[in-house]
Nanobody
Framework: QVQLVESGGGLVQPGGSLRLSCAAS????????MGWYRQAPGKQRELVAHISPGGSTNYADSVKGRFTISRDNAKNTVYLQIDSLKPEDTAVYYC????????WGQGTQVTVSS
């Protein structure tokens, strides 16, 4: 069983920044792809970014150039640096690990509003 715990969400003004963190339990973190997803009200959950065990990254077109995913395998933690936030970035952000059936965190709310 893997547990993922996200943190770092909050209310921020347009143009602002946040850094989300996701800490994973266990000792398998470094072996698997990690991802960040988000779900806005009334919409389906969508992929934001993912990062391979070796550090290769991939981003949704809507966040390229503004979001940066990274990982620290020594700390079992994946990060999402979010810059130049827009109101349409408002969503619950979820961490995911592609281990076996896949595991999700509980989510952290990001609200972008003036």
């Amino acid at each position: 069983q893997v547990q993922l715990v996200e943190s770092g969400g909050g209310l921020v003004q347009p143009g602002g920044s946040l850094r989300l963190s996701c800490a994973a339990s266990g000792n398998i973190f470094s072996l698997y792809t990690m991802g960040w997803y988000r779900q806005a009200p009334g919409k389906q959950r969508e992929l934001v970014a993912h990062i391979s065990p070796g550090g290769s990254t991939n981003y949704a077109d809507s966040v390229k150039g503004r979001f940066t995913i990274s990982r620290d395998n020594a700390k079992n933690t994946v990060y999402l640096q979010i810059d130049s936030l827009k109101p349409e970035d408002t969503a619950v952000y979820y961490c995911y690990i592609a281990y076996r059936v896949g595991y999700w965190g509980q989510g952290t709310q990001v609200t972008v509003s003036s």
